[in-house]
Structures are given as C-alpha cells and as structure tokens.
C-alpha cells in the first residue's frame, strides 16, 4: 500500500494535477498588494499604509483599522472582529501584529520624507484584552531631515518561510549578531540559540506545543477555520493561512484535504501535515528570540517592531524566519509547556518572551496574501 509521504511525494511531481488556479482582478488577486506599493498616491499617509498592510502577522489576520483626519493624521484601531480568542487569549500576539505594523508605516513615512509621531493608547492601555479604544494616533510630519531607514528596501522581499531549513549551511553568528542589532531597542531583550542541546530542548518544547494545539479543539478549529485551502480560497479572501501550491491542489482534487479533513486528527491530510510540520521544525538551525522587561501593551508593541526590524535585517543576509508560537500561547492546555519554554530561555511570565522563532536557510517563499489597503481604511 503506498505510504503517505509516497503519495505527497508524487503529488508533489504531478503536474497534471495541478489546478489551474483562478482568473484575479486587482480586488482578489493576494498578491496585488505587494507590487508597488503607494504606487501614485499623493495622500503620503496613504503611501505609508500601503506598506504597513505588509507586516507579518499571527494566522494572517491583518487585524488593522485606521481612520484618516484631517491632513495629517492617523488614527489606528485593532479590528476587534479579527482576534484569535482561543490560541491568542490575551490578545499579545494580535498587539506584535500591529506593532510591526507602526513600525513599516514608520519607515514608509520617512521614506516619503514625513516624520511619524506615534502616540500609543491615547485612551490608555486595554487589558486584559484589546477593545475599541484606539491603538495609537499617528501624525505625519514633513521632515526634510528624517532619516530613511536602510531595512525599508527589504520590505517587499520579506515573507514568512515555513519550510525546513539548511541544517548544513546554518547563520553565522555575523548574520546573527546583524539580526540582533536590528531588533535592540529599550526594554526589550534579543538573542539566538544554536548550541546544540538548548536548541533540541526548543524543538522538543516547540513539537509538544504543536501536539497541544491540534489536540484542544477549540485551539485546533480556531486554525482550521482560518485555512484558505488552494488558490480559489486564497483569492478570495485575501487572508488566513494560506494552503497552495501544486500538492494542495492535488489533494483538493482527489478530496484528500478539505476543512472537514482537516478536523479529524486521524485523516490523511492531518497525519501528512503533522509529517510535514515535524520534519520542518526538526530542520531548524537555530532560533531567534525576543523577550521584555514587562508583559506591558506597550512593550508588545516595541516586541512588534523589533520583530518586523529583526526579519527585514535577516531576508538582507539572505535568512528566512518562521515564528514557532505555539509554547508561548496563553490557553489553560499549554500552561505547562509555556512556563518550560519560558525557563529555557531565562524568562518569566512577568517579563516573558514574546517572539520564538526559527531562523536559517531556505529557498525563498511568497508573498501572503493581503487583503489591500481599502479594507482597512474605516469610511
């Protein structure tokens, strides 16, 4: 009987398989919002979104709302309808989302040659989750002076990358060290593990996390439901995780994936993903952290932007990263492997990591899908 990495093997090859793909005007094409971003725009606040849009962000959810007053200002909410309530209780990771994008709105500013002057929580800080209270006011000042930022030609080429990485060609430590600088910044701590024990205690931590996740089905169906599976899903809607490529479609075609599938942990699409995500993350040379002085909303936010910094320093040495999430989420379920994964790394929930992240090489991935700038400017 074939084994099922036989089969995705061969699906892998097949090009007869493989779907077509979809017929994308510029209001479904996900990728459209990565060619020339701010193209034509004379509003430099509209330039700076349109590159904004482009920070990472957890399961895609581009949980971004702004409004546009006056001439000059920027008033930027957290889309309270694009929350994860199960794998992101407290609303941290939704907060990193939108830290790195102040700070990709903040280079694109100074690129137009406009000074950004982020005011943060002007209604103060929202706990123990997020509401409808604005994240920050943003004015755009024209500064002839500003400084332009050298990583903001990196931001078209930065993507997450989820697949193994060269365990035989890992960072060297300048790649890191180069990593690390772009990521410094007051309050917030950043460092990489590559020896070798440390960083197979991480794998460990990191695959159980993975097993809890997609073992708590409220945490599991949070995911499931978010998955864009083959390029009709994809473009239409622009966000989530996207599941493509000529596999996918081939699976898609034969019924082998579907959200059903996905749901059942004994189908063959949940055994091969968990194939594939074990294999990805044992080919993980090292790993990129971040932690701060205080759990703050405010120091998620400086989290946010030293991660999007940290990324954009690593695709200009030719690195790829793919945050590792899972033990550092917050459901009753992971709270034992989130204290564990905390300790490894001499963090504690007072003042805990905030980013864990794989780092290395690997062929270079594609743009996420992104919803455009018109979905997140309010009427």
Known sequence: ???????????????????????????????????????GERDPRRFALAHAILAPNPHNRQPWLVDLVGADEIVF???????????????????????????????????AGHRAEIALWPEGEPQPTLDARPVARVRLVPDAAVARDPLFGQ??????????FQMDAPPNPAELTAVIAAARSPGLAAGAVTEDRARARLIDLGWQAWEVETATPATHMESVRLMRIGAAEIAQHRDGIALDGPMIEGLKALGLISRESLADANSFASKSGA???????RATPAFFWLKGGDNSRTTQIAA???YVRAQLAATGQGLSMHPWSMSLQEFPQMAGLYAATQSALGATPLAPLQMLVRIGRAKPAG?????????????
């Open 304 to 306: 946010g932007r030293a």
């Open 155 to 164: 931001i078209l080429n930065r993507h997450t990358n989820r697949a193994p």
């Open 1 to 39: 009987m074939p084994t099922r990495r036989g089969i995705l093997h061969w699906l892998a090859a097949a090009a007869p398989l493989t779907a077509a793909g979809c017929s994308a005007t510029s209001a479904t094409d996900p990728a459209a919002a990565w060619r020339a971003p701010g193209l």
């Open 367 to 379: 743009p996420a899908p992104r919803r455009g700038l018109a979905a997140h400017i309010r009427p």
């Open 77 to 111: 909410y957290a889309d309270t309808a694009r929350l994860l309530p199960f794998t992101d209780p407290p609303n941290r990771q939704i907060t990193l989302g939108c830290g790195a994008f102040l700070e990709l709105l903040s280079q694109a500013a100074a690129e």
């Open 275 to 281: 194939d594939m995500w074990r294999d990805m993350l």
